[in-house]
């Protein structure tokens, strides 16, 4: 008998549809849908699938093949792949390390050689937590260093969790998470629809460019960053992808730049160009 999903027999179409569909999804975006969780996957497109009129993952691969819309749609399949959890300062000893070493350590080098720049790349944002909470951080920092010029570039694959990102309004609830003076430097009270949120005030919005990217396109067009943030994003994808993504970011970073990867992943096996600097932080190597 056949797994029953929505009352339905998986048919085996579906089966060799699930298999091309992973094949396109893992060469596409990197990300590996692994044969045990067929069925969470599958279940999860039903909507994209209803949406359409489509009645196969097979009719829907060939969708997101040929289909004009086809890079809008793909972005649309990982929005229901992937989860976008984050939080502000999720992971807070990653923030601790950039005030307290790479910040004070960048600052040293730049009035020293007098390029007085810094540049952060914030790849898989989500819905801008992340990279706001590296805006907070920054902006905190460097406010004492006006003659800096700094840089903050913000990307996912996902063009309506990027829209969510730039309005920077969030519900009243992420008050827990962010410490008392940050709240009223950086945070003004709105109400939207009735409920009470929060929005990040125009000094952080300023400072980040939002840009929708795909990391498995490894055209770099602005570089080098000095830090890049890449936290549970490697999570999703294959061997190879974490590969490609990882020689992406080094070839993006300049010499003895940072690296932050999320609690659960680490370069074993996958990139021996970094030295680990930390809880998942590394430094990478220069080439010379
Ligand atoms: C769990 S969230 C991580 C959010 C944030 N970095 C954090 O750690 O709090 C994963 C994000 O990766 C994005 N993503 C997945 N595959 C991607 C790809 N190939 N290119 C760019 N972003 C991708 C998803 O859209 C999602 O927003």
Redesign the pocket.
Known sequence: MQPLKNGRALSEENDLGFKSLQKLIGEK???FLSEHKKMLFTSRLNSRLKSLGLKSIDAYTRYLRHAPDAEGELARA??CL?????HFY?EKHHFEFLNDVVFPHLLQEGEKTGVRRLAVWC????TG??VYTVAITTNTFWGQHPSWKIKIMA????RE?LEVARTGIYPHSIKKNIPTPYLRNFFAEITLDGLRCLQVKPILDNMISFEE????DGRLTRVPFDIIFC???LI?MGKEAKKDILNTFYRALRDDGFLFL?HSESLIGLNDKFYPMGRTIYQKISEA
């Open positions: 975006t990197g990300i990982v929005d992937t989860t976008h959890t984050t999720r790849a898989g944002c989500s937590e992340e990307t996912d694959i996902s969790i990217h795909n990391l498995m936290r549970n994003v999703y999320g």
